[in-house]
């Protein structure tokens, strides 16, 4: 019988029944820690006391990366468990990253079109060294290795892009409310930058900052003074909250050309109003997503109950 402890009552009801059901044939969940196998927590910190009635048959504790829960020194295995949901926005940050840096929508239509250049638009036979390169005539490849991201706000998902990007070979910087610890500024590769140096220094600006409203608050945090100190060339990407973007600048800067682009999942209202000017901009500078950046929580619940029992088999 393999038993997984659930430290954190508290940990949202969706998502033990979605471990509960996923459990294979001699699996269980219980309420006391005594021999368990696993234990599961998000919020609430594994004891001395857990692990000494738990005893040699602890082999792993799982922890819900959403939450901040402490485990005391332990030789069983300790394991972060993805929250999908936070992730699934993380990858479609760097989607419109990429897709408006590497001009994707208009690399699609002009290839679709059959708007070939002129001298190189004759179909030949290719082979490894014999081919037409970049027939439609794109302007520079538009990758990101080299280039500076700024990350607004390094929480759960700021956090989450800044792991994803560090393949692709970019500079990080970040801002927040406060500082992070060096030592996970240097695991994420991330330097800190006051807001108007990161507006400054960065290709991109993504904003991840959580949404706060009443005085002190965030409400329409990135205006006119904001868009004005990033470069004429950079974009800004917004799959955070619509509220803390002030869209009458936005538009603004993007039809004088203050920004080069925009991608955008939220907005102030949502849906867009049929006559929001932000549709009217809609195309190969400006990507409009209907706030699908996250994964669908049923998903995103199923997808860590089958974590949990992966990552517990393993352990075993």
Request: glycine share 8%; proline share 5%; aromatic share 6%.
């Given at each position: 019988m393999i038993n997984i402890y659930l430290a954190d009552p508290n940990i949202r009801a969706e998502q033990i029944e979605a471990i509960r059901k996923s459990l294979p044939t001699g699996w269980a969940l219980t309420d006391t820690p005594a021999r368990v196998t696993a234990i599961l927590t998000e919020n609430v910190d594994v004891s001395e006391a857990m692990l000494a009635a738990a005893g040699p048959d602890l082999q792993?504790?799982?922890?819900?990366?959403?939450?901040?829960?402490?485990?005391?020194?332990?030789?069983?295995?300790i394991v972060d468990l993805s929250n999908?949901?936070?992730?699934?926005?993380?990858?479609?940050?760097i989607a419109l990253m990429l897709a408006l840096s590497r001009h994707l929508f208009w690399v699609a239509r002009q290839t679709a079109r059959a708007a070939w250049v002129e001298g190189r638009d004759q179909p030949i036979l290719t082979d490894q060294r014999k081919y037409t390169?970049?027939?439609?005539?794109?302007?520079?490849?538009g990758a990101l290795y080299g280039k500076t991201v700024g990350i607004v706000g390094l929480g759960h998902i700021g956090q989450a892009v800044a792991k994803r990007l560090q393949p692709f070979g970019v500079k990080l910087l970040y801002t927040d409310f406060h500082r992070l610890d060096v030592t996970l500024e240097a695991q994420l590769g991330a330097q800190w930058r006051e807001m108007d140096n990161l507006l400054q220094e960065s290709d991109f600006v993504t904003l991840h900052h959580r949404f706060q409203e009443?005085?002190?608050?965030?409400?329409?945090?990135?205006?006119?003074?904001?868009?004005?100190?990033?470069?004429?060339?950079?974009?800004?990407?917004?799959?955070?909250?619509?509220?803390?973007?002030d869209e009458d600048a936005l538009v603004a800067a993007l039809q004088s050309g203050q920004i080069a682009g925009a991608g955008l999942d939220v907005f102030r209202y949502?849906?867009?109003?049929?006559?929001?000017?932000?549709?009217?901009?809609?195309?190969?500078?400006?990507?409009?997503?209907?706030?699908?950046?996250?994964?669908?929580m049923p998903e995103a619940w199923q997808t860590t109950a089958i974590e949990v029992i992966e990552r517990t088999r393993a352990a075993l």
């Amino acid at each position: 019988m393999i038993n997984i402890y659930l430290a954190d009552p508290n940990i949202r009801a969706e998502q033990i029944e979605a471990i509960r059901k996923s459990l294979p044939t001699g699996w269980a969940l219980t309420d006391t820690p005594a021999r368990v196998t696993a234990i599961l927590t998000e919020n609430v910190d594994v004891s001395e006391a857990m692990l000494a009635a738990a005893g040699p048959d602890l082999q792993i504790v799982l922890r819900l990366d959403t939450g901040h829960a402490n485990v005391v020194p332990t030789s069983a295995r300790i394991v972060d468990l993805s929250n999908t949901g936070l992730i699934g926005v993380a990858e479609h940050t760097i989607a419109l990253m990429l897709a408006l840096s590497r001009h994707l929508f208009w690399v699609a239509r002009q290839t679709a079109r059959a708007a070939w250049v002129e001298g190189r638009d004759q179909p030949i036979l290719t082979d490894q060294r014999k081919y037409t390169y970049n027939w439609i005539g794109l302007p520079g490849s538009g990758a990101l290795y080299g280039k500076t991201v700024g990350i607004v706000g390094l929480g759960h998902i700021g956090q989450a892009v800044a792991k994803r990007l560090q393949p692709f070979g970019v500079k990080l910087l970040y801002t927040d409310f406060h500082r992070l610890d060096v030592t996970l500024e240097a695991q994420l590769g991330a330097q800190w930058r006051e807001m108007d140096n990161l507006l400054q220094e960065s290709d991109f600006v993504t904003l991840h900052h959580r949404f706060q409203e009443g005085p002190g608050g965030n409400d329409k945090q990135f205006g006119a003074r904001e868009f004005g100190l990033m470069k004429r060339t950079a974009y800004f990407i917004n799959t955070s909250r619509g509220r803390m973007v002030d869209e009458d600048a936005l538009v603004a800067a993007l039809q004088s050309g203050q920004i080069a682009g925009a991608g955008l999942d939220v907005f102030r209202y949502e849906p867009l109003p049929p006559d929001h000017p932000l549709l009217a901009l809609a195309g190969d500078h400006v990507i409009l997503t209907a706030h699908v950046a996250g994964s669908p929580m049923p998903e995103a619940w199923q997808t860590t109950a089958i974590e949990v029992i992966e990552r517990t088999r393993a352990a075993l």
